[in-house]
């Protein structure tokens, strides 16, 4: 299976304390999206997306558009600096 790609990355917090990790594919999102503890409503928004990529109704980027601000909304984003 080919990777999904899309760009810019969305920085989150990583296992590891002070590091970071840049998602940047559709099944990166959805590995982060499942391992996250907070699953609010953009999460079910972000986990959609990615379920629609794999089918192929939304692009990478929509799933990019989404998962940045679940990924805020759970407190794991990190800005790219």
Known sequence: MRLL???????????????RHGVSH???????LMAWDTKGPR????????????EGRVSPQEVREAFEPAAKEATVYLSPE
């Open 5 to 19: 790609w899309f760009s810019p990355p969305v920085y989150v917090k990583a296992k590891r304390p002070a590091t």
């Open 26 to 32: 559709v099944e990166g999102a959805a590995e982060e």
């Open 43 to 54: 999460w079910t928004k972000a986990v959609q997306s990615c379920v629609d990529a794999f």
